[in-house]
């Protein structure tokens, strides 16, 4: 069994500047996903490890951490509007190329979201792989607001109802359906997603692997701060979990 681990990292970053080598509580941002890439592939064989950026600079801390890579990404697909997926789809393909194989499955670990292990993200693989008719697998964590209970969108008459209306009045949030966030902490592919052309992370064919602890998108600086007081006060520690 062949695995392919992405890391993708561009250079712009509007919401936290230079996000993905940014020191967070002393290392780089990309560092902590790079360890548990290196980890993962320790632990098993036939993994190999890319790394999808347009910035020298990343290109180098990479290097630096043990990921040399002579991959650069085009300059269409690190744009604000590029989609993660058509960057995995390209980065797969280079590598494939490059290496004259065929992966049978893929691991994207996002820099921006790192409070994962690599014990997890193991787990959630063996999770895809025991399930053949899946064709791919994503993080997620419990939703701390419920559509069929406390979110609201506009109707058509300007006034504000349900997400979702529930088949019977729910008086409290624990009686309502579970319902999940996704993470974005890691997504698994296996090589039938990427032969059908998936468009999407969420198929007619998708399992989740739900996080019981703390992990969220480091979007703007007050996540950065927060993330980075949790470490520094050790009351989380990535890749500890």
């Known amino acids: ?15 936290i500047p230079g996000k993905n080598i940014k020191l967070l509580n002393g290392k780089p941002l990309i560092q902590y996903t790079i360890e548990q890439a290196l980890n993962i592939q320790k632990k098993m064989t036939d993994v190999y490890i890319g ?13 630096g951490l043990g990921l040399p890579t002579d991959y650069l990404r085009p300059t269409e697909l690190a744009t604000d509007s590029a989609g ?26 996002d820099v921006s979201s790192p409070m994962r292990s690599s ?21 997620v964590s419990k939703a701390r607001k419920n559509p069929y209970f406390n979110m609201v969108e506009k109707n058509e008459a300007g006034y504000y109802q349900l997400v979702k209306k529930p088949a019977t009045q729910m008086l409290s949030r624990q009686v309502s359906p579970i319902v999940y966030e996704m993470n974005a902490s890691f997504y698994a592919f296996r090589k039938l997603f990427f ?10 064919f998708s399992m989740i692997f739900e996080m019981n602890h703390l992990c969220f998108d480091l979007d703007e600086m007050e996540d950065f701060h927060y ?14 979990l």
């Not at 069994?1 to 919401?15: E, H, P």
């Not at 014990?119 to 899946?134: H, P, Q, S, T």
């Not at 032969?195 to 007619?204: G, L, R, V, W, Y």
């Open 1 to 15: 069994m062949s695995l392919l681990i992405t890391i993708c990292a561009r250079g712009g970053s509007k919401g």
């Open 51 to 63: 790394v999808s950026t347009d910035d020298a600079e990343i290109k180098n801390v990479a290097n």
């Open 84 to 109: 993660k997926l058509p960057v995995i789809y390209h980065l797969v393909d280079h590598e494939q190329t490059q290496l004259g194989i065929t992966f049978d499955y893929v691991i994207d670990l």
């Open 119 to 139: 014990d997890e993200v193991m787990e959630g693989l063996r999770m895809l792989i025991e399930d053949d008719k899946a064709y791919n697998l994503f993080s």
């Open 195 to 204: 032969e059908n052309k998936c468009q999407s992370a969420i198929t007619d």
């Open 227 to 240: 993330l980075e007081y949790l470490l520094a006060n050790k009351i989380f520690k990535i890749n500890e």
